[in-house]
Each structure stands twice: as C-alpha cells, then as structure tokens.
C-alpha cells in the first residue's frame, strides 16, 4: 500500500473493471488499465526501473571507488539499500522466493457456487442495452460462445433463447463464408470457429451453408502451412487452432494441407518445449494450447516433447495455487484453463497440485453477483466465468460436464458427430 500511496495520485473504477488512474511521474495524463492488478504492476514496474536507475548510478560510484578505497564514503544510503536488495533478488530469484503472486484470503469462497453463476451469465445475455454489452460489440460472437460454454458445462443451457442466438449466428456470417464478431463487421477466423461451436452445441450445424464455411477457412491458409485470421492475413498459432478446430466439428478437414498445417506448428516450437505465436516467438501458455490442440485435431502429438513441454507447463503453478501464462506474469484463472487443458492432452495433469489450484479457482468467484473473476476480488466477467468452469471441470467437478480438453465445449455435445481427437496416455 505504501508503494500505491508514494506513486499513485488518484484511481478510478467503473463497473465494468475498467480503471483510470493518474501517477506522480505523469501527473497530467490519465491512464487506462484493465484492472486495479494491472494498476499495481504498473507501478510496481515503475520502482523496477527506478532501482534500475539507482544501480546505474552507482555503477559510476563503484569505477569512481576503484580508484581510493575512501571514496566508499561516496555510497549514499539509498545505493547501499540498492546493492542489498540487487543480491536479495538474485537470491530470491534462485530459489523462486520473488515470483510474482496474489494472495488467497481466509474469507474467499471455497464452495461452486454455480446456481450465481448460472443467473449471472443469463442476466448478463438480458441486460442489452448496459455500457458493458453495447461496448462488447466488436467480441460478441466470442462473448456468445463464453456465455453458450458456461451455462451448457453448468447444466442450464436451456435457460438461454436458442432462437434468437441462432438468428444472430445466421445474420453473422458474411459473403465470403466465415462469421463477423456481429452484424457489420468483418469476418475472422476466431469468430467463425466460436460461430461453428455455437452451432454445434445447438446440434444446428445443418442450418447455415457449411461449404461456404470450409472455403473460407481453406482459404486463409498460406503456403508455409500458417493460417492468416482474416484477410489482412495476420499470422499466429492461434489461427492454426481456429481453422483445424472449425473443419474437425464439420468433418472437412481434408479442405487444408495437413502436413503443411503439421509443420508449420512444430516449427513454432522452442527449446524449452513451448511454442509461440510464429516461429521463435516467446512461449506462452496461450500458444501451447492452441499448438497442442492443432496437433491434437491432426493426431500428430506424437512429435512432441511431451515431458518437456509438460515441466515447462507445470512451473507456471504460483504458491497460491493459480496458474500463470509465462514466467514473470501474475496467476490469472484463464490460464487454469489454457494451461490444464495443454497438461490434459498430453496426459500430464496429475503433474500439478491440484488442491490448491481448485481453492484458486474457487477463490475467483464473486459470492455477490456470481461469476468468476481473473484474481481474488477483481471484478467478474463472462471470459474468466467459462474458463473458471471449464477448469474445475478439468480437475473432476461433479455438477459441471465433463469439458473436452481441445474445443473447451461439454464432452456430450461432441459425442453424436463421434468427434474425437488424439490425446497422449497418462504416465
Ligand atoms: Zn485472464
């Protein structure tokens, strides 16, 4: 709090979670994060660079020392602190004592409290004309399918207005054959994957033009293998999932070169066993998913690392028991979901402690409003709701569905299309 208090000059939040703040450096600008945990890194990364200055400074103070032991007397306090918290954080950092990290408190809800999350999910898809919904436009199709994925694992799909859902699906698809985030806006290929999802889920593939589908993904791959996300042809894994994923549920994956598709995926991956989003890119919890479920669809998982991959996927477990996407980051609830499911398709679940990243999970929940939150005492929404759920599903709660690993969609709504994908056995 000290930190905040030296630092920050004012913070605002909205209801949507949205925060404004203005900063001692910067006093006349006012800033916009996604959270008050956005906030806190962001001064806390402003004291990195200021201990950062700090050791510079006394870089020039150490050549100066070199020249008469008396200059010592030149060391202020503030460089002396410097020094010591610089062989502190090696420390630390050795033996993982400074890994970022969030508390769960006593209080946190340790129960589902999934009936709150069922209303909450069903009032959010009422209330139409709230700032948080109108703001959404530009992701409804993917704030469909969360919503969609959350009620069906929570056993309450039947409280949503399949008629009216299929109608906007239908009036979102363009010319080309892939799906707009809504009417008016541009297709992509991570709207037309969540679009085919949502027709799947309703058994309701047959009501749009599938054909026109499969050109439209077939279409965005390139020569390389890779897929582009829309006709801008912006390139990353993420695409390669959309595409496979989109053609596996309407059975058409024969459409795209799979050992194009194949390759340029395993050329995505790096040394520590992770992938990124393009060839030598960082890898990303995110990213492994997406690698992982592509060549899950394409049954190529077999040439992977997996125990590799899996103890990189495993050191993202903070001592609170939240999982984080990539080393340095904070644990986030969606990344329960993106880093559970990558460690369930190569059958390395059980690598992880599963205790505590339930009571992470649980401690995400609202117990006010329902839904699920990124961390303990954020604000809720629809994105972190499905991916709390589909987590827990994971981990074996028995009042949700079981979640299939790859499409994050209830096992039971892929069963009658019998589809199936590779996943590696347990060991
Ligand atoms: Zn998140």
New binding site residues.
Partial sequence: MQLIDRDLLKVYQLSSGRVFFQDVDDSSKVKEADSLTQVRDFIADRCRARQARKLARLQVQVDLAKRSAFTLLLFDLSSLYAILSTIAMSLSAMFDFARKDVEVGESAPKELLLEKHADYIHAYEQKKDSYEYIMAEFLRMSGVYWCLTAMDLAKSLDRMNRADILQFIKESQTESGGFAASQGHDPHLLHTLCAVQILVMFDAVDEVSSDRIVEYVKARQNEDGSFGGDEWNEIDTRFSLCAVACLKLLNRLDAIDIPKATAYVLSCQNFDGGFGTRPGSESHSGQIYCCLGTLAILGELHRIDADRIGWWLCERQCASGGLNGRPEKLP????SWWVLASLAIIGRLHWIDKVSMKRFILACQDDETGGFA?RPGDMPDP??TVFGLAGLSLLGEERLKPVNPVFCMPEDRLAPASIRVQLLNSR
């Fill in positions: 986030d609830v969606c990344y990124d994105f972190h």
